[in-house]
DNA sequence: GTCTGTGAAGAGTTTCACAGCT
DNA sequence: AGCTGTGAAACTCTTCACAGAC
């Protein structure tokens, strides 16, 4: 990978992501090309962002007409990942995790759930989505044997920590989890959170203090 | 509400709510006083950050000991609307829809998911997790028989928009979308996005680009 | 001594504004 | 004319460091 990438922030490579699903849309709508305020305006930054992200990882433009559509989506899928696709590992397969177990985004954008653990005795040996469930304890095998390289984590708080060690022993580097606990990790390991609660309670703090 | 907010930023209150997470915890411990230092440890965050964060909104602790933990709780409780309970509507009863409908943590945190929607017949009047799938249609009504006041939209990315705009036609200031689009609203509504593709992305790009 | 509360400094992010290319 | 690319300015958020309270 020969791009520049000055220092991407992680709110330039979330903005990334938009951008290219707006490019996925414009394609299918024969645009060619798309300035930076009309690629802003689709997502609510401003053009100067659209243009200091992008260049971040290079120079896509054509001054005075724009960026290429079908390049500047290219160069995007290369940069965030989106070229390849992943296998990932999911697990605890509660309600959440069944509904990721057939969230169809994942799998459009390249994710494909290749395993899935659970400890509950009645859930192990059992399909799901079509993807059997294995008994956590086979997980640091099942990775190895699967080429896994993400995680999504939908178990208890309480399970939380262990899992993510247990990720971790097996060689795991990111790490996407749902439960509402903070966790901690070696450098090196990337984790995001994803927490629903915490979500609706910085909307409630709004209505709560007036908004 | 009479407290000082000097303006809380929104990293602050997500913040917040994990303050609180650990406050709860601590009291079930029978921990009586926390300082900012054990406080943030907890939590991955700095010393500083904890007290600055707080100081938004009066000051809690005592000098020399550390915050009162049941008080502190009761504080942020009342910063985060959690003292009172939120009746909520769900939108878009797919799997995710219904994976949210069961999640346990929402009613904890006060937040009652009264009412579910759908557009789709074979749904409509069907009950999942204990809630009666209404048609869409009858949203407006309802969020004004049922007192609701925020709303989770878990609909395919071609319908958010519009449900959105039918949120708030229907008088709700409070929205948290799954739908993995960028969504417009007037000033005044408040919209949170979850956008677990987009989360997944931000990891591959770490791994893609070498981390 | 311990620990909070906070102004000031530092770091990071966004916006501005304009040079330079088409 | 229109639009990108980018240094500089503006703004925001975090950390520092210390006065003041226990």
Redesign the interface.
């Known amino acids: 990978?020969d791009?520049k990438?000055k220092k991407?922030s992680?709110a330039t490579?979330?903005r990334?992501?938009?951008y290219?699903?707006s490019l996925v849309h414009l394609e299918t709508q024969g645009v060619a090309m798309v300035s930076s305020k009309a690629l802003a305006r689709?997502?609510?930054i401003s053009p100067a962002q659209v243009r200091k992200d992008l260049s971040c990882f290079g120079q896509f433009g054509t001054r005075g007409q724009g960026y290429p559509v079908a390049e500047l989506k290219e160069a995007i899928s290369?940069?965030?990942?989106?070229y390849?696709t992943?296998n990932?590992a999911l697990v605890g397969v509660?309600?959440?995790g069944?509904?990721?177990l057939?969230?169809r985004?994942?799998k459009?954008?390249g994710?494909h759930i290749v395993a899935a653990f659970d400890n509950d005795p009645e859930k192990i040996g059992k399909k799901r989505r079509n993807v059997i469930i294995r008994d956590i304890r086979t997980l640091p095998e099942v990775v190895k044997k699967l080429d896994i390289?993400?995680a999504?984590v939908t178990v208890p708080q309480d399970a939380a920590q262990s899992v993510v060690d247990l990720l971790v022993r097996s060689g795991l580097?990111?790490?996407?989890n749902f439960a509402?606990?903070?966790l901690?990790a070696p450098v090196?390991v990337?984790i995001?959170n994803?927490?629903?609660?915490?979500?609706?309670?910085?909307?409630?703090?709004?209505?709560?203090?007036?908004?």
Chains 1, 2 share one sequence.
């Open positions: 990978m791009m990438n991407a992680d490579v979330t990334l992501s938009r290219y699903r689709r997502d609510g290369r940069i965030l990942g989106l390849r992943w990932v509660g309600y959440l069944v509904s990721l057939a969230y985004e994942f459009a954008q994710f390289e993400m999504i580097k990111m790490i996407l509402p606990v903070s901690r090196g990337v995001r994803v927490n629903i609660a915490i979500e609706l309670e910085a909307l409630s703090y709004h209505l709560a203090s007036g908004g």
